[in-house]
Nanobody
């Protein structure tokens, strides 16, 4: 059983919406933050959004600002990523990640999910 499991990835058309979920024992009281990253076959892993478990402060990449919203339900150990106005460039494998120290860089992530695929067609 994986510590983090993502769900909600799907194929949608440009302008559509998806809500990704990430749940599991990997998001716990010892987690400082949770993040969503995404990766395509030709790109590196790109940070999309962060939520800080205690303060619920959030951070978004420039491409995500105004379109994506990260949120959490700590009782259910779940993090969400609501994605609106999706574009073909948003197509990627989306990974959930948690850390006890920081989430800005992949190298400090403690736990990764296996990913959920998002495809946006024009």
């Amino acid at each position: 059983q994986h510590q983090l499991e993502e769900s909600g990835g799907d194929s949608v058309q440009t302008g559509g919406s998806l809500r990704l979920s990430c749940t599991g024992s990997g998001y716990s009281r010892s987690s400082h933050c949770a993040a969503w990253f995404r990766q395509t076959p030709t790109s590196g892993r790109e940070l999309v959004a962060i939520i800080y478990r205690g303060s619920e402060d959030t951070w978004y990449s420039e491409s995500a600002k105004g379109r994506f919203t990260i949120s959490q339900d700590v009782r259910k150990r779940t993090v969400f990523l609501q994605m609106n106005y999706l574009e073909p460039d948003d197509s990627a494998m989306y990974y959930c990640a948690t850390s006890g120290s920081g989430c800005r860089y992949a190298r400090v992530i403690d736990i990764w999910g296996r990913g959920t695929p998002v495809t946006v067609s024009s």
